[in-house]
């Protein structure tokens, strides 16, 4: 167990750490730094961020072919369940029934695997994006920083301070944008489909 330790130690500090601080670091150089020399505020950077980040989740949806599978599935699951409905013309009914049930089992262990398989994608696609960015925007716009820049540790400093909030926070912040993003997204994309029939 001690060696398996050591190996999962050294692949962390010796090859995932470096690779997180150097993506940390060139994200930093093309995404942060040239807003920042635009004199644009964090708050606008965290939006902007967010409509990247749903940029990126939307052409993962597209390298996965998310819409793909759900429509096969769908297919052949209907092709499926019908197959399962022609078991009513057998006479006998115990076989019918055992038949059915041994049909059944199978359609129900396809569909489970199908959504596993399914809620696997969207983690891949919606989730971990979203906390491994979250995760890299915190190490940028600290406390310290927002401290300096408008005298609050908040992203977005709230003038009255009503039921003790003095403002919203940098992960509050981005996920309502990143929700945001996603749902013109999608509505954007619905009217294309719609636009297309």
Known sequence: MDQLTE??????LNYL??????TGYVLEFLLITPFLSMHLPPLAHVILLAG???MFSFSLRRLLRVEQKVRQFNTDFAAKREKQQNLQLISDKQSRSALYRVTDEELNDEYNRFLAGHYARYVSIYLLPLFLILAWLNTIFTPTFLERYHGSPYLW????????VGGLNLTFCFLVAYIGWLIIGFQGKRLVVKGKK
């Open 7 to 12: 190996l999962l130690d050294v692949i962390y």
């Open 17 to 22: 750490t470096p690779l997180f601080v150097g």
């Open 52 to 54: 990247v980040l749903a």
């Open 157 to 164: 400093p709230l003038p009255i301070q009503s039921m003790g």
